[in-house]
């Protein structure tokens, strides 16, 4: 069955220092993953995406994930956070087991210090 | 083109209402998702439809719910007899028709319902 772990609940970074937020993985077939990101009383956005094409991905607003299969891991990471960057952030999974329903898990929220 | 729209964004319920969520998918999407969040946890998928038929509902609880996307208008969930635990944020998302895949899904802003 697939599962998701986001392994920090709570990420905490200053203004203009890198963002990573580590996501590991199970799926017993070529899983589809995503990163959505949900702003404070807003809706879901999708930053980016992984369908079996290249494993280093790029998303809107400078954010990045790498899929890399040995370690079943697709962190998210962004060289230098903005204020703007403050919200919760869902890594999700998809493959044919579960007829391609989306899996997620249970969201890092990141805090930008000034 | 507008978004996926939900309503309404806040909904208060005594325990024993009803509640009822709207959803309208965007324009040209006839897939329609259900998703329940509960607080400080991911998105928990509950239901999925397409125009006049339930495709796969094997995440709604047993009882008390239930959704509908018509044929005309939006897709409906609907909780009966409310309880305490039925405090979350529903969110809908749309897709169009790509076969079974749940990609690229839009989400609404969600419903927010407490019930008191």
């Known amino acids: 069955?697939?599962?998701v772990?986001?392994?920090?609940?709570?990420?905490?970074?200053?203004?203009?220092?890198?963002?990573?937020?580590?996501?590991?993985?199970s799926s017993s077939y070529s899983p589809s993953l995503f990163w959505y990101v949900q702003h404070p009383n807003k809706g879901l956005q999708l930053l980016l995406k992984y369908t079996s094409a290249a494993t280093l991905v790029k998303g809107i607003n400078g954010f990045e994930a790498e899929f890399k299969k040995s370690e079943t891991s697709f962190h998210l990471t962004k060289p230098s956070a903005h204020m703007s960057d403050a919200a919760e952030y869902f890594c999700v999974v998809s493959d044919r087991s579960s007829n391609y329903q989306l899996i997620w898990g249970a969201g890092t929220k990141l805090i930008i210090k000034p | 083109n507008a978004g996926v729209m939900q309503n309404p964004r806040h909904l208060v319920r005594r325990r024993g209402q009803e509640a009822r969520l709207?959803?309208?998918?965007m324009k040209g999407h006839s897939h329609v998702y259900w998703y329940r969040q509960l607080p400080e946890e991911g998105l928990k998928f509950m239901v999925y439809l397409q125009k006049?038929?339930?495709i796969d509902e094997s995440g709604m609880p047993k009882?008390?719910?239930?959704?509908?996307?018509?044929?005309e208008g939006p897709s409906i969930l609907r909780i009966q007899?409310?309880?305490?635990?039925?405090?979350?944020?529903?969110?809908c998302a749309s897709s169009p028709a790509l076969g079974a895949r749940a990609t690229e899904a839009f989400f609404g802003q969600g419903t927010r319902l407490t019930v008191v």
Do not use: M, W
């Open chain 2, 63 to 71: 009882e008390r719910f239930s959704a509908e996307f018509p044929k």
């Open chain 1, 1 to 3: 069955a697939q599962s």
């Open chain 2, 81 to 91: 007899q409310v309880v305490r635990g039925d405090s979350a944020a529903y969110f």
């Open chain 2, 22 to 25: 709207r959803c309208s998918p």
């Open chain 1, 5 to 25: 772990t986001q392994l920090d609940s709570h990420v905490s970074v200053s203004e203009g220092t890198p963002v990573l937020l580590r996501c590991n993985y």
């Open chain 2, 52 to 54: 006049e038929n339930i």
